[in-house]
């Protein structure tokens, strides 16, 4: 299967040298000529290739919510970025090809890791981006923190949890809180994730545990 990289720049020609070579490597570039055009969601698009030439597309940078991509930066030397992006790999021009996809392939080692995805009924949870995705439909749900702060701690847990041990390990209180909190929580995760949140096959309740069936 193609391996898919999102590509920003306006430099055609650049771009339709670089597209042949990584084609011939399995990957699929995408071209996009600005920031903008970014999706907002992203679930299957780990790579971003981002093309700086100008002032302007440094403001674009900053402007992208980049956590959700292994970002790749094509920078000339006069170009100068004030702001650091931690999650960056920096690519000099004119570019070395072979240390490119030596860079992209230890990337892509780490997607496989750092990507997994889990199946919670009809949907795929990626616990990096704490978004859900429906393949049928592509349809992507964002999760809040605190619900996939849950649902990561529920999944490692295969033998479940109690309300006591959720309230203490995830809200991180000594003290047992009152249980409508966690039930207020479950309630709105069921609504996203399963069919029927009244008759729940996901996220499920028995013996005073709960349970994450995948």
């Not at 790749?72 to 931690?86: A, G, L, M, S, Y």
């Not at 999760?143 to 999944?155: A, G, H, I, V």
Request: aromatic content about 14%; hydrophobic content about 35%; overall charge positive.
């Amino acid at each position: 299967m193609a391996k898919s990289i999102i590509f920003i720049t306006k430099k055609n020609f650049f771009f339709s040298k670089l597209s042949l070579l990584l084609e011939k490597e399995g990957y699929f570039l995408t071209p996009l000529s600005r920031a903008n055009e970014l999706p907002e969601k992203s679930f299957k698009t780990p790579f971003l290739f981002f093309f700086l030439e100008s002032k302007e597309s440094v403001r674009d940078l900053k402007k992208l919510n980049t956590k959700l991509y292994n970002l790749v930066i094509f920078k000339e030397q006069k170009i100068n970025i004030d702001e650091d992006f931690p999650n960056a790999t920096y690519m000099s021009l004119p570019l070395v090809y072979n240390e490119l996809m030596t860079e992209v392939e230890r990337l892509n080692k780490v997607t496989k890791i750092n990507y997994k995805r889990y199946k919670l009924g009809k949907y795929f949870y990626n616990a990096k981006t704490s978004q859900l995705f429906e393949e049928k439909s592509s349809s992507v749900i964002n999760l809040t923190e605190l619900e996939s702060k849950f649902l990561n701690y529920m999944l490692k847990k295969n033998g479940g949890a109690t309300k006591t041990q959720i309230l203490s390990e995830v809200w991180k209180h000594n003290k047992e809180l009152d249980t409508h909190t966690l039930e207020s929580l479950i309630y709105r995760l069921r609504k996203k994730i399963e069919n029927n949140p009244n008759e729940p096959s996901v996220l499920i309740n028995d013996s005073k545990r709960y349970f994450i069936k995948i």
